[in-house]
Every structure is written in structure tokens, then in C-alpha cells.
């Protein structure tokens, strides 16, 4: 990793609602912006003549939604500088990239805003930062500055290290060399943060220390017969690729059969792990495969998700969440406990920033 001046500063970019900028940040090493712009504008050089833009795209918004958008603007067009570092949270992943800001601002082939980047860290579990730094990161808006909590040398050193050292700072100073934000600035830790997301993190982050190894294939086995699956887990050790085989009907003879491997911890489901599955599943005479993963997977195996829809399942951090949550009520009560959760109410926020 190249060494970084003091005037570094640190920023939150999102890639869309929907996540429908992600493949042109992977692909062609793109940060990409939206808010409705397909035209230059590098005339466009403060947040004023901004505003006035946005009120031009924007007619029928009021004018303290103008002023947000072109301040978020102005800090990915002009205010973020080669060499500035970038924090990107992944939603077609669910997880976080770090990369560089490589260059200037541009006008990208849709027409819409475009910063080129230079990619350090990818595809990084959520868990790897403490929690105060995923507060941060949760923050609704599209494009902000991140300086509390130290996070600029706390990002730094999960570069070199891999891990999130947690704040050991001194007490903060102002000023542009440790993030001061400026009139001109949107601090993620001043704006309203995604409490689902917030809520996700720490399910998850119970998840990863209370069902490790074989606990986290009983978890999934609990899940399936949750959802009406008859199951028998392998005993721990050498599974031959099978961890947990699944059916239907009072004996668990009847179709949908499958079969199941569970892989916890860090490890990351490569390409002979798949072919291994789906070998698993043709031997067994199973209807289909899935795989659970908490470490996720590579970019040649998320490539073929499509390919095998109707044949294997990938389910990675989100997709074991999701389907936890949808049948907790239906699960065992020693798993409850160990993982207990109760619904919230809580206001939805406008994510007007999501225009991007």
C-alpha cells in the first residue's frame, strides 16, 4: 500500500438504490454517480452552482433537498482528491471495498458522474470494522465524509492488517488534517443511519460467535426444519461434501430433496467446492444443492448463480438472515435463546439521497 499524506480525508460512496452501479465499480474500476445528471459538469466547480443545478433537475423538490444533493455532489465531483481514500459498502454482496480515489472527476458513458477508483480491499466482511465504524457506514446519504472515531487510520490499518484496531485515538483536533468538515461537507456521523442495516450487523455478529463449526450447520439444519424440511446432520469431522441432506414428506423421501454444505468462519466457497457439491447432489440423487457460506464467495462462483438457479442455492450472510428471521418463531427454543431477538417499530426515513 502506497503511503498516504496527512490531508487524506475519508469518504462514503454508494453505488444506487439497488445497487445498480456495482458492476461498472468492479468492472471497470468506476465510482459512479447519479442524481439525475447526464451531462459535463466540470463548469459545476462549488455547492452554489450546484443547487442551482439540482433545482433545474429537481423542480417539484424543495429547496433544503437541493442544497443536500449538491453538497453531496460538489464532494464527489470537486471536493474528494486524487488520492483520498473511498469506503464503499457492496449491496449485491453485502460486503465493504476500500479503494483510492485514482483520478479526476469525468463524465461517464451514461452521461452520469464518475470518479475513477483504484480498488485496495474487496469484498471485506461487514463484521470486519467495530460496530461504531459500521454506524458510520450505515449513514443514509449516498456520498459523505467519515472522520469521527478516528476512521481514517482506522481504515488504514485494516489495509495493512486485515483488522479493525477499534478507536485508540487522542482526543480529536479540528481542522482538514484529521477529516474537519466543513460547511461544504456532509459528516456521515451527523445524518440519520439505516437501523436495519445497524440491527443486521449485530444478528450477525451474534451469529459468527455463537454458532461457529458445527453449532452454525445445526443452525441451518434448525432453519430448514423450519421451513418444513425433514433433515439428518453428518456428525462433525469428514462429511464427504455433505453436511446436512434435507426432504419432504413425514419421512423426508419425498421432493424437494437436498442436499446440504455449510461452510462457517472466514473461508471463502471457490469454484472445486461448487463442482464438488453439485457432484454431491447428482450421488445422492438429490433434487438440488445449496450451499451456505458465511465467508461468501468468489467472483467465478457468484458468476453462475444464474446458471444454476433451478439446480443450487447460494446463500451467503444475507440470504441465512433473511431466512432465519422469516422463521424464528418456528425454531427451536435452546436456538431462540442463545439468539434472542424481538421486533421493533421504528419511522422509515425518506432515502432521498437514493436518487443516485
Same mark, same amino acid.
Given at each position: 500500500? @502506497?503511503?498516504?499524506?496527512?490531508?487524506?480525508?475519508?469518504?462514503l460512496v454508494?453505488?444506487?438504490? @439497488?445497487?445498480? #452501479?456495482?458492476?461498472?465499480?468492479?468492472?471497470?474500476?468506476?465510482?459512479?454517480? *447519479?442524481?439525475?445528471?447526464?451531462?459535463?459538469i466540470?463548469?459545476?466547480?462549488?455547492?452554489?452552482?450546484?443547487?442551482?443545478?439540482?433545482?433545474?433537475?429537481?423542480?417539484?423538490?424543495?429547496?433544503?433537498?437541493?442544497?443536500?444533493?449538491?453538497?453531496?455532489?460538489?464532494?464527489?465531483?470537486n471536493?474528494?482528491?486524487?488520492?483520498?481514500?473511498?469506503?464503499?459498502?457492496? !449491496?449485491?454482496?453485502?460486503?465493504?471495498?476500500?479503494? +483510492?480515489?485514482?483520478?479526476p472527476?469525468?463524465?461517464?458513458?451514461?452521461?452520469?458522474?464518475?470518479?475513477?477508483?483504484?480498488?485496495?480491499?474487496t469484498?471485506?466482511?461487514r463484521?470486519?470494522? +467495530? %460496530?461504531?465504524?459500521?454506524?458510520?457506514?450505515? /449513514?443514509?446519504?449516498?456520498?459523505?465524509e467519515?472522520?469521527?472515531?478516528? /476512521?481514517?487510520?482506522?481504515? !488504514?490499518?485494516?489495509?495493512a492488517?486485515? &483488522?479493525?484496531?477499534?478507536?485508540?485515538?487522542?482526543? !480529536?483536533?479540528?481542522?482538514?488534517?484529521?477529516?474537519?468538515?466543513?460547511?461544504?461537507?456532509?459528516?456521515?456521523?451527523?445524518q440519520?443511519?439505516?437501523l436495519? %442495516?445497524?440491527a443486521?450487523?449485530?444478528?450477525?455478529?451474534?451469529?459468527a460467535?455463537?454458532? /461457529?463449526?458445527?453449532?452454525?450447520?445445526?443452525?441451518?439444519? &434448525?432453519?430448514?426444519?423450519? %421451513?418444513?424440511?425433514?433433515?439428518?446432520?453428518?456428525?462433525?469431522? /469428514?462429511?464427504? *461434501?455433505?453436511?446436512?441432506?434435507?426432504?419432504?414428506?413425514?419421512?423426508?423421501?419425498?421432493?424437494?430433496?437436498?442436499?446440504? %454444505?455449510?461452510?462457517?468462519?472466514?473461508?471463502?466457497?471457490?469454484?472445486?467446492?461448487?463442482?464438488?457439491?453439485?457432484?454431491?447432489?447428482?450421488?445422492?440423487?438429490?433434487?438440488?444443492?445449496?450451499?451456505?457460506?458465511?465467508?461468501? #464467495?468468489?467472483?467465478?462462483?457468484? +458468476?453462475?448463480?444464474?446458471?444454476? #438457479?433451478?439446480?443450487? +442455492?447460494?446463500?451467503?450472510?444475507?440470504?441465512?438472515?433473511?431466512?432465519?428471521?422469516?422463521?424464528?418463531?418456528?425454531?427451536?427454543?435452546?436456538i431462540?435463546?442463545?439468539?434472542?431477538?424481538?421486533?421493533?417499530?421504528?419511522?422509515?426515513?425518506?432515502?432521498?439521497?437514493?436518487?443516485?
Open positions: 500500500m @502506497n503511503d498516504t499524506s496527512d490531508s487524506t480525508r475519508l469518504w454508494r453505488l444506487g438504490k @439497488n445497487g445498480e #452501479y456495482e458492476a461498472a465499480a468492479q468492472d471497470r474500476n468506476e465510482l459512479t454517480l *447519479g442524481f439525475g445528471i447526464k451531462e459535463d466540470s463548469h459545476l466547480t462549488d455547492r452554489e452552482m450546484l443547487i442551482e443545478k439540482m433545482a433545474e433537475v429537481f423542480p417539484d423538490r424543495k429547496p433544503n433537498t437541493h442544497r443536500n444533493f449538491a453538497a453531496q455532489v460538489n464532494q464527489f465531483v471536493m474528494a482528491q486524487v488520492g483520498d481514500l473511498v469506503v464503499t459498502p457492496f !449491496k449485491t454482496t453485502s460486503t465493504i471495498s476500500i479503494g +483510492r480515489f485514482s483520478g472527476y469525468k463524465q461517464g458513458p451514461d452521461g452520469n458522474p464518475v470518479r475513477p477508483v483504484e480498488w485496495l480491499k469484498d471485506l466482511p463484521d470486519t470494522f +467495530r %460496530q461504531d465504524l459500521l454506524y458510520s457506514f450505515g /449513514a443514509f446519504m449516498t456520498v459523505c467519515i472522520s469521527r472515531n478516528n /476512521a481514517l487510520e482506522r481504515v !488504514k490499518t485494516v489495509l492488517t486485515g &483488522a479493525d484496531p477499534g478507536d485508540v485515538s487522542a482526543p !480529536k483536533v479540528t481542522g482538514k488534517q484529521n477529516g474537519g468538515v466543513s460547511q461544504d461537507t456532509e459528516e456521515a456521523s451527523d440519520p443511519i439505516d436495519t %442495516q445497524i443486521r450487523d449485530q444478528i450477525e455478529k451474534r451469529i460467535s455463537s454458532f /461457529a463449526g458445527h453449532d452454525f450447520t445445526t443452525l441451518v439444519a &434448525a432453519i430448514l426444519r423450519a %421451513q418444513g424440511y425433514q433433515t439428518r446432520v453428518s456428525p462433525p469431522g /469428514a462429511d464427504n *461434501g455433505v453436511d446436512i441432506v434435507a426432504g419432504s414428506g413425514p419421512l423426508g423421501l419425498e421432493s424437494p430433496r437436498v442436499v446440504v %454444505q455449510v461452510k462457517s468462519g472466514s473461508q471463502t466457497v471457490d469454484q472445486p467446492t461448487l463442482q464438488g457439491l453439485i457432484g454431491s447432489t447428482q450421488d445422492t440423487q438429490a433434487d438440488h444443492g445449496l450451499i451456505v457460506s458465511w465467508g461468501g #464467495y468468489t467472483s467465478a462462483v457468484r +458468476r453462475r448463480v444464474n446458471e444454476l #438457479y433451478f439446480r443450487v +442455492r447460494l446463500w451467503g450472510r444475507d440470504e441465512l438472515v433473511d431466512n432465519l428471521l422469516a422463521n424464528y418463531e418456528r425454531l427451536p427454543e435452546d431462540r435463546a442463545e439468539l434472542p431477538l424481538k421486533r421493533t417499530w421504528t419511522l422509515v426515513l425518506e432515502e432521498s439521497e437514493d436518487l443516485s
